[in-house]
């Protein structure tokens, strides 16, 4: 897999990959999507990445571990909920804002960013999965 | 009997003390050492004086009681019962209590587990205490398992000895099967009556001797009492308790613990005696032991199982008397209940003593301590001959009263057991008390010397006790033999017991055939021993090993049980799972006639046809795929099959998801599988093969009925509708699939997301494992190291 | 449209579970692959069966489509289907490492734990 074409192609697929997992999660509440999703698109970017450049260049170019971005995943899902005790209302009741930013009404809310915790906990365990797999293969 | 009036509130303060001592015995044993023993005395002391309190107001025939509620739901109160009977054992409980915590802290003076040791003892105590003060059933039986739990806790307190473990596991064993038959025996006494309350079952003795649960009851209540106080055969734990420290022995194993069978039976008396079932078994069972445990002491040649052996004796001697069940065997039954356990505990102090100063409890080493030990010597001469029934103590009323019990019932038989087996108590107290300290002194693994205050307060205490309870006998009786035997009896009995025989009666002539017989003993106990020796060792089996049998042959056949079921092939475990799978899905279709009718209506569309055919094929490549590749690429057609069919039949999300999956699942799997074979198609012979394909496709037509069968019942819409309407009015999402995710069962998602987290940790951790030796190498394994 | 979906169903767990019989891990490992995605159709089958519609409102809707597919079941599997997959790496990497370290793929002859030579339990106190 070590040809010239995907070694070419693959950056452009991955970034491409990259924007399309946040936006299908982001449409996820009113469209096909969400964060179990978008994260399988994200680790499989990961993954391709892996076996085009190696798994060395993936680790350099996420900065984290992969396992530190899923329980920092954990941690966002977990403390939306928790937002909604501060609120005085029950564990993980939704909140919702619709804030004017530019003239534009953007839907904030609870469930968005449990969501997106939803994301990085999905791509920074499945990526890990996939990049510790490629590893021992020693970077074909 | 009069109804119970309420009983003073700091009755439930008594109880909870002895277990909050126990959590601050350890450390208080750290902070004030030795003098931490005088404090935690003044629980038990102060208990004990409290109790007296109650004397008189019991003794004018008073019944109290007062209780919380405990599990209301099924009528449990934590409830008291103070009369006759369970003051005197309260009293009991904490006055030779008070002794023996002071004895605890000289005996185990610096042993560094002497806080836990404390700590045992209080709680035991305080579960004791619970026994005998108990009036709910249900109460009696947590506190009765409560005194085999604490028990079990000092017998193995020298846990690194195996001669200790395996005596408090014995213990725990025979007493706790006797728990579990009280437990049963409650419950069916609840049943005969309808009520559980000791204060009412007792009153209602006519019920339950006309029910047809008696006999159930009856066997029940003697397995709780037998194994508790050790009768013949389950006796055998008790002389293997001595394992435990001798402060353990003195108070559970002698005073108190061993008697809660006795109390049993006193306390059911009024309910259970005088039956002809009654009057039969309990004077065998206790004949037998009385005859056995003496027998057994003479063997001996440790001063704590020579008491020990006495003490099975003396319980079996308790047992007979409560059988024969006539109010001047009940009245001798209560006296020498008293006695022994004066007599009985101040033996086992000294003995400790003894042992403490000396360094050997062996009688054949020890000799002439007379001079260095003479507190001790005066203690263990006065409980001596108390054991003996000699007067002016009151170990001679007590015998008194006990053979007037057994001469009035006119069973010869019974008297003969009980001067056979007094006689050779008489024995064995004076071998106790005589052989150690007289004759030329012997020279013992210690310099002996005389005991400190708190070891030789006990049995000196116990001996003024004696004393005094025959020296002021009308006062004694009055007070505590009179009520307790009334409760034993169900009614008012006033006994006439005596220090001086007012004349020349049967049980004055059997004290002095006693006496002569104990003295001859005395002469030839050194021959007598060795004849019991020889004896036993021709027998060669007693019950005790017959318990290591009994033991044996239950590893033996768990471990038989555990080859059958457990053999450790995973096919097997899997063949039996599927086959009970497909047995628990098709049967009750079968057998209920819930079978799906025979499906008809809609075919499916070309394309949809042709997405599950495709699904199929990759199933069946997957199943005789002969390499890695095809079996993987098969893997991949029917995981992308089914994502397509969850496209067609409207499920955007999962088919996105399922294409990232099998996506993801081909790539891991091409990863690994790369390392291992695949091998050839099968190992399995053909027969295998067809059974397994049979077991498969039982269980698949089993989930198939069962599909089908769900789909042709109606559908309950309830909680679709509830998300369809609510997920865009009220949780803002038009993706209904998506907000059920993140906003309706969010709770559920975010354990989803913590259990994928901890896969991917568990894996991480799994490939980071260095790689170690193989541990069955292979030729293969072997080359590639 | 259920009933041959059933039978699908039906397939799919015969399938898978007469693969996880066998004594080869391998074989078993993607006995259990397949039994994930036989399990996600029985719920899916369960929660009845409609044609093309997804469950997502109209942007003008405050209600599904006429004849939408039921959203429920599809909620349960999609969680479902990523956590098998986890599930399935586990084990796979554990087969692999069992591999590695036992130098075997046969169940049968994985015996650490087990023991042919039992010495059976121990005796005494």
């Known amino acids: 897999m070590n040809t010239i074409i995907f070694r070419t192609i693959s950056p452009l697929l991955v970034s491409l990959m990259l924007l399309f997992s946040v936006f299908i999660t982001l449409r996820g509440h009113n469209e096909p999507g969400g964060g179990f999703i978008g994260g399988l698109i994200a680790a499989s970017a990961w993954a391709l990445y892996g076996l085009s450049h190696g798994v060395p260049t993936v680790r350099r170019a996420l900065r984290f571990h992969p396992m530190e ?55 920074g365990s499945m990526a890990s999965i996939a990049l510790s797999l490629e590893e021992r293969e020693g970077g074909v | 009997m009069p109804t119970p009036i309420s009983a003073p509130g700091w009755l439930l303060l008594i109880l909870a003390a002895p277990f909050l001592a126990a959590l601050l015995a350890p450390v208080l044993q750290g902070i004030a050492g030795r003098v931490s023993a005088f404090i935690l005395a003044l629980v038990p002391l102060a208990s004990f004086a409290a109790l007296l309190t109650l004397v008189p107001e019991v003794s004018a025939g008073a019944r109290m009681t007062i209780g919380l509620d405990w599990w209301p739901a099924y009528g449990v109160r934590f409830s008291v019962l103070v009369d006759g009977l369970s003051l005197t054992f309260a009293l009991l409980v904490t006055g030779i209590g008070t002794l023996i915590v002071l004895y605890s802290g000289g005996y185990m003076k610096g042993h ?75 419950v ?221 019932s006119g069973r010869t038989a019974l008297v003969v057991v009980a001067v056979a087996g007094n006689a050779l108590m008489f024995v064995i107290g004076f071998a106790v008390a005589l052989k150690p300290f007289l004759g030329p002194p012997v020279k013992t693994p210690k310099h002996a010397h005389e005991g400190p205050f708190e070891l030789t307060v006990g049995p000196a205490v116990l001996g003024v006790v004696g004393l005094g309870a025959a020296l002021g006998l009308g ?73 290591d049998q009994v033991v044996a042959a239950l590893v033996a056949f768990a471990a038989l049980v555990t080859r059958i079921v457990q053999p450790g092939r995973l096919e097997l475990y899997m063949t039996a799972m599927v086959a009970f799978i497909a047995a628990a899905l098709l049967i009750p279709l079968i057998t209920l006639g819930e079978m799906p009718s025979w499906p008809s209506g809609d075919r499916p569309l070309l394309k949809e046809a042709a997405v599950m055919l495709i699904a199929v094929l990759g199933l069946a490549a997957v199943v005789v795929a002969r390499t890695r590749l095809t079996a993987i690429v098969s893997l991949g057609i029917q995981g992308f099959a089914v994502a397509v069919l ?20 081909v790539v891991i799997l091409a990863l690994v599988l790369t390392r291992l074979n695949l091998g050839e198609r099968d190992h399995r012979p053909r027969w295998q093969m067809a059974l397994d394909a049979t077991v498969a496709t039982a269980a698949g037509l089993g989930f198939a009925a ?4 769900v789909t042709q019942v109606p559908f309950d819409r309830t909680l679709t509708d509830f998300y369809d309407a609510y997920a865009r009015s009220i949780a803002h999402g038009r993706n209904i699939v998506n907000v059920i995710i993140v906003d309706f069962r969010g709770l559920d998602t975010l354990g989803e997301i913590a259990v994928v987290m901890v896969a991917g940790l568990a894996i991480l951790a799994l490939v980071r494992i260095k790689s170690r030796t193989p541990i069955l190498p292979t030729p293969e394994t072997g080359k590639r190291k | 449209m259920e009933p041959w979906l059933s039978g699908l169903v039906g397939l799919f767990f015969a399938a898978s579970l007469y693969m996880m019989l066998s004594k080869k891990i391998i074989r078993i490992l993607l006995g259990v692959a397949m039994l994930g995605n036989g399990v996600n159709l029985l719920l899916f089958t369960a929660g009845r069966i409609t044609r093309d519609v997804p469950p997502i409102m109209p942007l003008d809707a405050y209600a599904p489509p006429e004849g939408a597919a039921n959203a429920l079941p599809q909620a349960l599997i999609l969680t479902a289907i990523v956590i098998s997959f986890s599930f399935l790496a586990f084990l796979l990497v554990l087969a692999f490492r069992a591999f590695q370290d036992l130098g075997t793929d046969d169940t049968d002859a994985m015996r650490v734990a087990e023991p042919l030579a039992d010495p059976g339990p121990p005796r005494g106190y």
């Not at chain 2, 394992?243 to 005073?255: C, D, G, M, R």
């Open chain 1, 69 to 123: 971005i899923a329980g920092f995943g954990l941690f966002l899902a977990a403390a939306t909920g928790i937002l909604s005790l501060l609120f005085a209302r029950n564990f993980m009741t939704g909140l919702w804002a619709f804030p004017q930013i530019l003239g534009v009404e953007v839907a904030l809310s609870t469930p968005m960013f449990f969501d997106i915790g939803v994301y990085f906990v999905v791509m």
């Open chain 2, 112 to 186: 560094p587990q002497a806080g836990r040791f404390m700590g045992f003892i209080l709680a035991f105590m305080g579960a004791m205490l619970g026994l005998v003060l108990a009036d709910d059933g249900i109460t009696l039986f947590v506190m009765w398992e409560a005194t085999s739990i604490t028990s079990f806790l000092l017998i193995g307190f020298d846990h690194a000895r195996a001669a200790a473990r395996r005596a408090a596991l014995q213990a725990l064993v025979i007493t706790g099967a006797g728990g579990l038959c009280l437990l049963a025996a409650v």
């Open chain 2, 188 to 408: 069916l006494i609840g049943q005969a009556t309808g009520t559980r309350t000791l204060s009412e079952i007792v009153a209602s003795g006519e019920t339950i001797r006309g029910s047809a649960l008696y006999l159930p009851i009856f066997i029940l209540v003697l397995g709780a009492a037998f194994t508790k106080s050790a009768q013949v055969p389950l006796h055998v734990w008790l002389p293997n308790a001595m394992e435990a420290p001798t402060p353990v022995s003195a108070f559970l194993h002698s005073a108190t613990m061993v008697k809660a069978g006795v109390y049993l039976l006193m306390r059911l008396h009024p309910v259970l005696g005088g039956t002809p079932e009654w009057t039969t078994v309990l004077p065998l069972f206790g004949g037998a032991t009385l005859i056995t445990g003496t027998i057994m002491a003479v063997r001996q040649t440790d001063l704590k199982l020579m008491l020990a052996q006495t003490t099975v004796a003396s319980l079996g001697l308790l047992v007979m008397l409560i059988g024969v069940s006539t109010e001047a065997a009940i009245v001798g039954a209560v006296g020498y209940l008293l006695a022994h356990a004066f007599f009985k505990g101040a033996l086992f102090m000294v003995a400790g003593t003894i042992d403490h100063e000396a360094g050997t409890r062996d009688v054949t080493r020890l000799g002439g301590l007379r001079a260095a030990m003479p507190v001790t010597f005066v203690s263990a001469l006065v409980a001596a001959v108390s054991m003996a029934g000699l007067p002016p103590m009151i170990g001679f009323v007590a015998k008194e009263a006990l053979y007037l019990g057994f001469d009035e």
């Open chain 2, 475 to 547: 006062g004694f009786q009055a007070g505590l033999i009179a009520p307790m035997a009334s409760a034993v009896a169900g009614r008012p009995i006033a006994p006439e017991l005596h220090l001086i025989p007012t004349y020349v009666s049967m049980p004055l002539i059997l004290s002095a055939v006693t006496v002569a017989l104990g003295i001859v003993g005395y002469l030839l106990l050194s021959p007598a021993r060795a004849a019991v020796a020889g004896i036993q060792s021709a027998i060669g089996w007693g019950p005790d090993r017959g318990f």
């Open chain 2, 646 to 665: 969850f496209v067609l039949f409207g499920a955007p999300d999962l088919a996105f998801t399922q294409f990232m999956v099998e996506t993801l699942s």
């Open chain 2, 706 to 709: 069962l599909l089908l069968k």
